[in-house]
């Protein structure tokens, strides 16, 4: 075939020459543009690529998502390798590896109380409140204080300084001639507790402890020595003055007996002090200065006036049928010796007499000689 080119009518020999060779640098200028653009291209990829391959995973995965099914493995895989674009500090050099923020906030553990704390009563404190403001059960808060309460809760008074101690169990004073052992064996505790509690800094090498430290034992307990008025039946009422206050009442009596039922012995019916526990056997009913008190039940009065033990002017009431009732830190008593009453009727008025830190009605039940938690024969509040 001829070359048509050479044979184009209209066209010189030297403009064809011309024409043919004019591509040449709009060729090699197109080529340098190119380059050029392909390294901008290559440098920007080099400082943007923590946050655009992040991006890229982000929508390459709204992608799977809005799709359909994807694989798992190869999902979990592209996402652990990379982090989110939030991950990546403004400034931050693009190495590999996964970036963090700092967090400078600190965390400090908390860590149990070991130090014994001394702590002042206040109005309206009780065994059992103070107990529960430290995260305690109010045995351990009275045992550590036995030169003081006795194991009498209600021998708590205003300014009283108690010491509380770091955790349940029994703070003790240590003797000439103790040891681990035997202090373990008297409150039934575990010898190791007693060395390795940190607040008893007990060098394990040697196991010495001077006499006079007080010594934590975790965990120990020991019995109580209750301080009550003996359960008064109206068949032998007469228990010593002397001994248990001016109210006590002599001779014997008859009259009036339950109906097998209780009423509240207060109008309000929530507590305002201690609980019902081994060592407080009634409840602390919240009753005001000279509010009305009540008696749970009907019976017959064995005991009018001021009592010892703490608990300031208080009545009993012999029911008749096994129960006795006692009503105690009265401002005064309405009632007397030997008098029948009847359920609901008054027989006092709300006070803070003997040892109490405020108004309220110390609220006993005794069955057969032996005390019964109020809150199982008390309506529901």
Not at 47 to 66: C, D, E, H, I, M
Not at 82 to 109: N, V, W
Not at 279 to 295: F, M, N, Q, S
Request: glycine share 12%; charged share 15%; with cysteine.
């Amino acid at each position: 075939m001829k070359d048509q080119s050479k044979n184009a009518p209209g066209l010189s020999p030297a403009a064809q020459e011309t024409g043919s060779a004019s591509w040449l640098p709009v060729a090699a200028w197109g080529v340098a543009a190119a380059l050029v653009l392909l390294a901008l291209i290559l440098a920007w990829r080099a400082f943007a690529l923590p946050g655009a391959a992040a991006a890229g995973v982000n929508r390459q995965a709204l992608a799977n998502s809005q799709s359909g099914p994807s694989n798992p493995a190869q999902d979990s895989l592209s996402l652990a390798t990379l982090p989110p674009a939030d991950a990546q500090p403004a400034g931050a050099p693009a190495e590999g590896g996964i970036l963090r923020r700092s967090d400078l906030r600190t965390i400090i553990p908390e860590r149990p109380n070991e130090a014994v704390i001394e702590y002042t009563v206040v109005t309206g404190d009780s065994v059992f409140e103070i107990a529960n403001q430290f995260g305690l059960k109010p045995e351990s808060v009275l045992w550590a204080n036995y030169d003081q309460l006795n194991d009498n809760p209600d021998m708590i008074a205003l300014e009283m300084q108690l010491a509380i101690p770091p955790v349940d169990g029994v703070l003790y004073t240590w003797k000439d001639g103790d040891t681990p052992e035997s202090v373990a064996a008297q409150f039934q505790a575990d010898p190791q507790a007693i060395l390795n509690w940190p607040g008893n800094q007990i060098d394990l090498t040697t196991q010495v402890v001077e006499p006079g430290a007080q010594v934590m034992v975790p965990g120990g307990k020991r019995e109580f020595r209750q301080w009550i008025i003996p359960t008064i039946p109206r068949g032998r009422a007469g228990v010593s003055q002397s001994l248990y206050g001016g109210g006590a009442c002599e001779g014997s009596f008859t009259g009036a007996f339950g109906t097998g039922t209780f009423v509240w012995p207060a109008g309000n019916h929530v507590l305002s002090g201690n609980d019902y526990w081994d060592g407080h056997l009634a409840i602390d009913i919240a009753a005001g200065e000279g509010a009305p008190v009540y008696a749970a039940d009907s019976g017959v009065v064995v005991f009018a006036g001021p009592a010892t033990g703490g608990y300031g002017n208080m009545v009993m009431i012999d029911h008749g049928n096994g129960y006795q009732t006692l009503y105690a830190h009265l401002s005064s008593v309405r009632v007397n010796c030997g008098q029948s009453v009847s359920q609901g009727g008054t027989i006092g008025f709300g006070g803070s007499t003997g040892n109490s830190t405020g108004p309220h009605l110390h609220f006993e039940v005794r069955y057969q000689g032996g005390f019964v938690s109020p809150w199982y024969v008390l309506p529901a509040p």
